[in-house]
């Protein structure tokens, strides 16, 4: 038993002791080059630039939203903070969380995770029956991130779907440009998302963010790219997923789609 309390211990031990269990024992994760360690036995902690207060406050309304009993656990949040790392004092941000042991969807044979897929649906089902009011994003505001925004996100936040769907449009513009200078392909897409309700999207639903516990229940890690989105986005980014897996990530595509019975517009 750890000789110290997460909710009072200062930053810079709790900084001190994340680098000293790097270091040591290396990471138990890695999230697109962000490093998970286990401080703990029953604290885990997510390291990074990209790892931000927004990602935390999500995590924590899906901990207390999502249903634990028969759909997917969401570990619980502890604390977050914002702070320097190591000799070179960079800047990093700490989210220190409920460490779950059990395996990693990654690691299971072909045919347990086709016995899977229905679950997950469901998973996606549920989040899809969240919905917010108008701000899209993380809950509570902050920049969007995930695979539709880029490696970097979108660098800012919006304060309605409109300014959502004017940035979009905004990336689509420089792209039809881009395909009649260097393709010769005349094109003009637009897309209008104002009609579309926001719900809970997780945006980066894959084996490596699924762990299988011990009691067979499933959970669901890595909130970073989280937030309210139109619904379909969730089935975007199922498509962006690396490495894609057909009877994994493909089924999931193929059947979020039908369960969620996409209009020819969606």
């Excluded at 207390?64 to 949040?77: A, H, Q």
């Excluded at 809970?200 to 084996?207: A, E, K, N, V, Y």
């Excluded at 990530?249 to 039908?258: F, M, N, Q, S, T």
Aim: charged share 25%.
């Amino acid at each position: 038993m750890a000789d110290w309390d997460i909710s009072t211990a200062s930053e810079e031990f709790l900084v001190a002791l994340c680098q000293k269990t790097l270091d040591e024992e290396g990471s138990i994760g890695d999230v697109g080059g962000i490093p998970v360690v286990k401080i703990s036995p029953h604290i885990a902690a997510k390291i990074g630039r990209r790892v931000t207060a927004s990602e935390a406050v999500t995590q924590a309304f899906a901990h207390k939203e999502l249903d634990p009993s028969s759909i997917v656990y969401v570990p619980k949040v502890y604390r977050y903070f914002w702070s320097s790392r190591g000799a070179s004092r960079d800047e990093y941000g700490y989210l220190f969380m409920e460490y779950i042991p059990g395996r990693k969807l990654q690691t299971l044979e072909t045919a347990a995770l086709v016995e899977l897929v229905p679950r997950v649906v469901k998973i996606i089902e549920h989040l899809g029956q969240i919905r917010d009011g108008t701000v899209p994003g993380p809950v509570g505001g902050g920049v969007l991130m995930g695979h539709i925004f880029g490696d970097d996100g979108a660098k800012t936040s919006f304060d309605s779907i409109e300014q959502m769907n004017a940035y979009i449009n905004k990336r689509l513009e420089y792209g039809n440009i881009y395909l009649a200078r260097h393709r010769g392909i005349e094109c003009n897409d637009t897309i209008d998302l104002t009609p579309y309700p926001l719900v809970l999207c997780h945006g980066d639903i894959c084996r490596r963010n699924l762990i299988l516990r011990e009691d067979g229940s499933l959970c669901l890690l890595d909130w970073g790219y989280a937030g309210f989105y139109p619904r379909f986005f969730e089935v975007v980014a199922l498509t962006c997923t690396m490495p894609y897996l057909d009877v994994f990530e493909g089924a999931l595509e193929r059947e979020a789609e039908g369960m969620m019975q996409l209009t020819d517009e969606e």
